[in-house]
Nanobody
């Protein structure tokens, strides 16, 4: 089993930056790909960014050039640097882990491990 715990959310003004972190513990060797998802009230949970075991990254068009996903394998920490934030980025952000072959890194159904989420509010 894998546990994922997010941190780093908060409130920021438009144009500002935040850095989210996700600490992984447990059977992390089973994880192939990790990603960040977000869900705004009344909306579907959507994929934001993902990084696989080779370091290949995938981004949603809405965040390309503004967000950067990275991971520290030694510390088992996944990060999401978010710059030039806009009110449209306001959402609960979730860390996710995939334990099998992944086909679409930003598709929610590809992931079996989920954190509890951290709130990001941009005003």
């Amino acid at each position: 089993h894998v546990q994922l715990v997010e941190s780093g959310g908060g409130s920021v003004q438009a144009g500002g930056s935040l850095r989210l972190s996700c600490a992984a513990s447990g059977d992390t060797h089973s994880i192939n790909c990790m990603g960040w998802f977000r869900q705004a009230p009344g909306q579907e949970r959507e994929g934001v960014a993902a990084i696989d075991s080779h370091g290949t990254t995938t981004y949603a068009d809405s965040v390309k050039g503004r967000f950067a996903i990275s991971k520290d394998n030694d510390k088992k920490i996944l990060s999401l640097q978010m710059n030039s934030l806009t009110p449209e980025d306001t959402a609960m952000y979730y860390c996710a882990g995939n334990y099998g072959t992944i086909y679409l890194p930003l598709r929610r159904a590809e992931y079996g491990y989920w954190g509890q989420g951290t709130q990001v509010t941009v005003s």
